[in-house]
């Protein structure tokens, strides 16, 4: 008998930690039990090939169970629907949050054999062990258990030397998010569950060891407990005060309205190029964060981004959702114009989606919430805002990326938002769609060229236009908003953060 445990991949670099998880837990049929990682894109024929290779080569049972994500769910149902065409034998078991809610209507689950929901660490070892020793499960779905977190496996030793080499490395201190914002899926959480702090960092401690040095943490809100966010940044910076010169870049979630000053005070420490926060704002308006049950102090919460933007040397990337319930691109825009005017590094601006299980759905009926019944479920249109201008959302939230968060544009951006940023960019967001008829495969160079022609067409002088897009070119980024204070140490450590973080955080 065999297991493979299988899964598509956003992109190559992406290490599954699910999938990990999964095999660090199955007890003795650990042995028996293999990981096959694809990428998406890939032709189903080859993975349904692949993993039929591996099957079990006695002739016994082989059971494939597939993680199923939103990104995934729709090529995972043509590999699952191939494999029980071609191999009608094979077990199939799904799991993963894809899956975990309104499963009953979804064709995947209709074609496997056993579904997981939740929590898999305790559950999928069990379910296998039946399938292969009896008694035979009656039932398809099983939910998943939350054992207490002391008695799920850690799964880091999984790692290959390769992953390590190659890949990001997802970690997680803890599970779950206490607060309840509707649109996520954590929102069903209640609370957070931490793992043991001190054998987690025995674990970074042993990853460290054998070479990881990009640290991705998947917390939902790593700033909930401060104790626990300062050991795990004291570990890190006890690693870059051994290693200067070969350093270590860790990324956290954080929630942006609790930055205690023993928390600042640890951050400050920080050199550029090693520390990433990803923070959500998602919206500044009161009443739409309260229709979404997101509780948040907005003007901590910007005070917060000022303060790390002014003194500390963190890379920011912060979070704003367009298609809430209540939001109109008028409210949106002023939020927009709020975060720019904050400078953080990078805005993400997110389209609604209505991930399956999402509390959001309540509002449907009464805020004219119309999403695309197709995975990524991205809302289409609401009571305020029709399909035509959602579009026009959509590619300015592209072009956002390609111009302002790419960091290629950094000296031109400023000119091209001037005072009103929102309206500006969709200005020229609109007139780009209207050049190119398309937000994707625009090479670089031309790019450069219709950002030009956009600010010549504002009046600005060829000379002005030239000199700025050429220093852009040149590679030289603008000063930060003012120079950060605290950072002594390391001041130009070699830096392994990602290339675009790179390019916004040189000094
Ligand atoms: S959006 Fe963030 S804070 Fe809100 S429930 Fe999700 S993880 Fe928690």
Redesign the pocket.
């Known amino acids: 008998m065999t297991i493979l445990l299988a899964t598509l991949n956003a992109r190559y670099s992406h290490a599954s930690l699910g999938l990990r998880y999964l095999q660090a837990n199955m007890g003795d049929l650990q042995g028996d039990t293999h990981l096959h990682e694809f990428v998406i894109g890939s032709k189903t024929t080859d993975i349904v090939e692949k993993l039929l290779a591996n099957k079990a080569a006695d002739g016994g049972t082989t059971i494939v169970g597939f993680g199923v994500y939103i990104w995934n769910i729709e090529e995972t149902t043509k590999v699952v629907a191939m494999l029980k065409c071609v191999a009608p034998e094979i077990v199939i078991v799904l799991g993963g949050p894809e899956v975990s809610y309104e499963s009953e209507q979804q064709q995947i689950v209709k074609q496997a054999d056993y579904l997981v929901t939740g929590w898999g660490d305790i559950a999928f070892p069990e379910l296998c062990q039946q399938i292969l020793n009896g008694p035979k499960p009656l039932m398809k779905t099983h939910i998943g258990k939350q054992p207490p977190m002391e008695d799920i496996t850690l799964p880091y030793a999984l790692y290959s030397d390769h992953d390590i080499k190659h890949r990001t490395l997802y970690v997680e201190a803890s599970r779950g ?1 206490p ?3 509707e649109f ?1 899926l ?2 069903l959480d209640k609370t957070a569950w931490p793992f043991a702090l001190d054998n987690f960092l025995a674990e970074l401690e042993s990853l460290h060891a054998r070479g990881a040095r990009l640290f991705k943490f998947v917390d ?2 790593f700033n909930l407990n401060i104790k626990t966010s300062l050991k795990i940044m004291q570990f890190f910076l006890d690693k870059l005060d051994a290693n200067p010169d070969d350093p270590v870049f860790a990324h956290f979630e954080l ?1 942006p309205d609790h930055l205690p000053d023993a928390l600042k005070e640890g951050i400050s420490k920080f050199p550029a190029g090693t520390l990433q926060f990803e923070i ?1 704002i ?1 919206s500044f308006n009161p009443e739409v964060q309260t229709l979404v049950s ?1 509780k948040q102090n907005n003007q901590k919460a910007a005070e917060n981004i000022r303060w790390l933007m002014t003194e500390s040397h963190a890379h920011l990337h912060v979070d704003l959702i367009a298609g809430l319930p209540g939001e109109d691109v008028e409210s949106f825009a002023r939020g927009f114009d709020q975060l720019v005017a904050l400078q953080p590094h990078e805005i993400q601006f997110g389209i609604l989606k209505r991930l399956r299980g999402t509390p959001i759905i309540r509002h449907t009926e009464a805020y004219g919430l119309v999403f695309d019944p197709h995975p990524p479920y991205t809302i289409l249109a609401t009571d305020r805002i029709d399909f035509a201008t959602m579009q026009r959302l959509v590619r300015f939230s592209r072009y956002w990326d390609l111009v302002a968060n790419s960091g290629r544009f950094a000296h031109t951006l400023p000119i091209l938002l001037g005072a009103t940023p929102f309206n500006n960019f969709m200005a020229f967001s609109d007139w780009l769609y209207s050049k190119t008829d398309a937000t994707h495969r625009i090479a670089l160079d031309r790019l450069a060229g219709l950002v030009g022609q956009w600010l010549r067409l504002q009046g600005l002088s060829d000379a002005t236009v030239n000199a700025v897009l050429s220093t852009d070119y040149a590679g030289q980024p603008p000063k930060l908003p003012s120079a950060p204070k605290k950072v002594e140490k390391h001041e130009h450590a070699p830096s392994v953060a990602p290339q675009r973080q790179a390019r916004h955080l040189v000094a």
Do not use: N
Request: charged fraction near 25%; charge should be positive; aromatic fraction near 8%.
């Open positions: 998010c607060f309840k914002c996520c954590s929102a939902r809100t929630v959500g998602q997101r």
